[in-house]
């Protein structure tokens, strides 16, 4: 029904920079909030960052001042502007988008298949 792809990861050296790119397609009427969280090996998954269809924003502590989120609510698209990365933000991406499929249901949070981020030092 709905379908989260995402695209942009990779390998880059620490000070770099990389942006992921998140595009919802199928049976969509509404999406509220889109976003990113990551996991890496051995640990929990973390929100990294999110943006409410209006625009409101919210970053976890270690990203703050070096990613930044944005969304093109005509593409269904997110996107994660990655900067100064360091080794310790090595991880597999998911992007996340609550979404509703028709009026009058409710949102239901939906996840993309992941892209991996790795950050040599």
């Known amino acids: 029904q709905v379908q989260l792809v995402e695209s942009g990861g990779g390998l880059v050296q620490a000070g770099g920079s990389l942006r992921l790119s998140c595009a919802a397609f199928g049976s969509i009427f509404s999406i509220n909030v889109m976003g990113w969280c990551r996991q890496a090996p051995g640990k929990q998954r973390e929100l990294v960052a999110y943006?409410?269809?209006?625009?409101?924003?919210n970053y976890a502590d270690a990203v703050k001042g070096r990613f930044t989120v944005s969304r093109d609510n005509a593409k269904n698209t997110v996107y994660l502007q990655m900067n100064g990365l360091k080794p310790e933000d090595t991880a597999l991406y998911y992007c996340?988008?609550?979404?509703?499929?028709?009026?009058?249901?409710?949102?239901?949070?939906?996840w993309g298949q992941g892209t991996q981020v790795t950050v040599s030092s």
């Open positions: 996340i988008a609550d979404i509703a499929n028709s009026t009058g249901t409710p949102y239901y949070r939906r």
């Open positions: 943006i409410a269809r209006g625009g409101n924003t």
